[in-house]
């Protein structure tokens, strides 16, 4: 049997748009010759779908799509992930296998997912009944997501498919692979995963679909991060194919991808950002610049009284080399005059308000920017600093998109390193000299903050781990330190609640469920 | 059988302040002779505890609490609404019955609720097992939340006991209390129902704890909105009480109870607010004044060039009503620095960039207020201009806490004539003018948005409903303008993604599933 996997992109809702691209994919695969073309989970609304799936005039209209693709499938197979309503049953996350304009089989998700804000079980219901599939006397057995992990047995089956929308997270690649390949030789049957691949809103898919002999060899393998049709042949099987090494640039392909999507599917095109002279925001101009073209991204240095020499000399050779527009804007006329409401006088007082009100004209003026010239404004907010609320609500949390906010800070510096690899793109200064705000004179992160990497290893235990203190403090970290840093983070929470949405390559996103901004729980 | 019916109020998280508090109960019911007192759902974490419970020390610390509150049970039973681990099968959302220092029975919730964005099932697994307690020679079946609805039967029970938290939603008093009285009358013995009160987060608990008779009868009724201890007497069943009739007063008393316990449970005490001479800000302050007494709130008039004469009058004379104070600071000077950044000189071009910065100004003015003088920011957006996206991200969104963002426009005039029933509190000229944002010359809010009435209409047709296009259509509206205002919705959830936290009274919280930010789908 030839089998073509297609590693869609779909547009989240675009019914329409969806329905066009899966038919192009059908006919392309029937110029192949292919018997049967397998699409990822939820092709035809997009992964994933959230509150679109209770609106009645969407699932009335992801039939029509539906019907659609259906007169495409004379001759050809086609096994699609889609919404599916059994009017006994509710809504099912099912795979349909249509052939010459009938739909001939369905099976559908059993295990339901919570999966950071969009819990399936809203939508659908858990399906119960068989995940066999018969096509052309081949038995398939069909699972939908992780069911493949634990609804498919040995016996009667040729074929093992599984379709999936698995948002990617970094470093889990290999995990996951093994986990297909054992699969495939324990039921001793080829096994095909087909996954979603581009970024919509806070994910990102990295496809990486592929096709595992019953020796649990992998045998073919798509692009990871690209929108693509690959082919299987169970009678001409290549030979085994190496896997490939998960690296940092797999990270900073993702969040690319994650802002082109973004931009993309919104049909916008330029964006504008804040450059500080700084790690962070030098970072996410080099993404802006990849995800966009470097035509397209304006970055913009708005200096005070209390920024150095080098951030304005640093921030402008980023500029440069990175070949984005660039653009000098100091905030000092307005910051005095804010400083004459409150203080009678333009002179400072050196409180946090006038730390504050500086990252909020910045903030101002990058969306007078936006507004004016149809910029997205994109924040520069690192994982460290939006976990401990070092980060100025309404200032430099503005934007419509966070590219490297689920990034820790140390993290950060290691894409930075990927990013210069081979010559300078970041200045060099920028990746030495102490992180700074640069909101009162001499400021420092570490004046705040504990050292970026003690902040982080505990933040990560934390967040990535779900350790206790003393799971904590037993890997060689001190009580009170942990606790202060518990602490913040559970009092930033209502900072978080406002932020914009981050783009999800790093953090465990089964792990995040919100903490209530107001509550009394402290550690000690 | 004499019953202590405990409505409390916990802090969300403060294991030792609740479980302080449950003692003092503890103690109350038993100076009152009690047999038995009952607490509501998880009330020594207080609802909803959210990702608290996925923290280890947290459900630990819990245990220790527990522990303590238990040292207080010599000779009386206690009835209470805690997480409950069960190595073997997991977290439970249990009632414990404890007595004599010993738990002598339990039982746990079986259909676990997702709630906005706190799913039960998230952290708790759904209990299999009984519902029957005995307690002194009484066998009580105890239902947690919405069990009591599916999970009595008639049969062996002399009294069922519902332990509540169950989120104050206006209008659905008398829907619920049916319930609950025709389930006594069904089962034939009474019904005691004991719900949490105050507010958490964007939730607000209505208390409301009573006991049906075995004819479905009301025989004990606690005060809405309040915490306090009711007691049932078996042996001494009053006469019946009339239902109370749920009128606009209770939603304005949710608002003011949600934002008082935001600011109590939080630590805060002042508040800082935009006044504008308008409806919405009018409202707020009200509410504020109300919550926080009128000494702890500022109110800030902050004109521009195109503010109208009645503004400020109208503005001044609300702060002079309620005896808040007033401060006015025009906004003039630093709107003329940024026209002077982008357009040369400091005259407006008139652009929508120019609208949204005077909002985003008045942000920055009121944040710094907050900064300086530790007052917490509270946003005056209601429902309608945030569910089609009328407002400045960053401008009048900014505030920790939305009091009125769940309130549609044309129910805040509904509330503001409550105000007003014993003479003007809201100045009359408020209640009267057409609603304007006064961005630019002669603007209102007509110009961009279908006439509120309308717009009310279909947007509670479509959020509080779920009705699609159709049937809006059917019940007498535009097609073209229906699909513009939905359209309109979905455009906008990017801007609601960053919204402070809205007091929900009004909208059905079970109906809010997040809908994407990136999405295809339109109506047309």
Redesign the interface.
């Known amino acids: 049997m030839k089998i073509a996997l297609v590693q869609l992109n779909p547009?989240?809702?675009?019914?329409k748009?969806?329905a066009s691209k899966i038919i192009e994919f059908i006919e392309k695969a029937k110029a192949l010759s292919c018997d049967l073309v397998v699409f990822p989970e939820l092709s035809l609304m997009?992964y994933?779908?959230?509150?679109?799936?209770?609106?009645?005039?969407?699932v009335?209209?992801s039939q029509a799509a539906l019907q659609q693709i259906t007169g495409h499938t004379d001759g050809i197979g086609v096994l699609l992930g889609t919404a599916l309503r059994d009017d006994e049953n509710g809504l099912y996350n099912a795979a349909l296998l249509i052939e010459n304009r009938r739909v001939i089989g369905y099976t559908a998700k059993r295990k339901l997912r919570?999966l950071g804000?969009?819990?399936e079980?809203?939508?659908f219901e858990p399906f119960c009944g068989t995940n066999s599939l018969v096509f052309r006397g081949h038995r398939l057995a069909v699972a939908v997501g992780d069911d493949v992990c634990s609804d498919v047995q040995c016996g009667d089956v040729d074929f093992i498919i599984n379709i999936s929308a698995a948002p990617y997270r970094y470093g889990q690649f290999k995990r996951h692979n093994d986990i297909l390949a054992r699969t495939a030789k324990k039921i001793g049957v080829p096994l095909v995963y087909v996954n979603q691949v581009g970024g919509?809103?806070d994910l990102v898919f990295a496809g990486t679909s592929r096709v595992f002999n019953e020796q649990g060899q992998c045998v073919v393998q798509a692009q990871p991060f690209v929108e693509e049709l690959a082919v299987f042949d169970s009678n001409d099987v290549g030979c085994s194919l190496p896997c490939p090494d998960e690296d940092i640039s797999w990270m900073y392909k993702a969040l690319v991808l994650g802002v082109r999507?973004?931009f993309s599917?919104?049909g916008f095109k330029k964006a504008v950002l804040g450059l500080s002279g700084g790690v962070d925001s030098a970072l996410v101009a080099c993404i802006m610049a990849d995800a966009l073209g470097e035509e397209n991204v304006l970055g913009v240095y708005m200096p005070s009284r209390y920024s150095s020499d080098h951030s304005k000399q640093d921030a402008q050779a980023l500029a440069e080399n990175l070949g984005i527009k660039y653009r000098v804007?100091p905030i000092e006329?307005?910051f005095k005059?804010?400083l004459?409401?409150?203080n009678g006088l333009p002179s400072p007082v050196g409180?946090?308000?006038e730390e504050?009100?500086q990252a909020?004209?910045r903030?101002?003026?990058l969306?007078?920017?936006s507004?004016?010239e149809g910029r997205v404004l994109v924040s520069t907010s690192n994982r460290s600093e939006a976990s401990v609320g070092y980060t100025t609500?309404?200032g430099d949390m503005?934007g419509?998109l966070a590219p490297i906010a689920d990034i820790p800070k140390t993290v950060v510096y290691d894409i930075c390193g990927y990013i210069n690899r081979d010559g300078e793109v970041i200045p060099h200064n920028t990746l030495i000299k102490p992180p700074s705000a640069e909101l009162r004179p001499d400021q420092k992160d570490e004046d705040s903050l504990p050292p970026y990497d003690v902040l982080d290893a505990v933040l990560s235990m934390y967040i990535d781990d779900?350790?206790?203190?003393?799971?904590i403090v037993d890997r060689g970290y001190d009580r009170s330190l942990v606790c202060k840093i518990l602490n913040m983070v559970q009092r930033s929470e209502?900072k978080r609640?406002?932020?914009?949405?981050a783009i999800r390559v790093f953090s465990p996103m089964e792990?995040?469920?919100?903490?209530?901004?107001?509550?009394?729980?402290r550690?000690e």
């Open positions: 547009i989240v809702g675009d019914l748009g969806n997009g994933p779908p959230q509150g679109l799936l209770k609106l009645k005039d969407f009335r209209d919570v804000s969009f819990d079980a809203c939508c919509n809103d999507d973004y599917k919104n804007i006329d307005i005059e804010y004459k409401v409150f409180d946090v308000a504050n009100v909020r004209i903030g101002n003026l969306m007078f920017i507004n004016r609500i309404y503005c419509g779900g350790l206790s203190v003393d799971e209502y609640r406002q932020a914009p949405l792990k995040i469920v919100r903490n209530p901004v107001v509550h009394g729980y550690w």
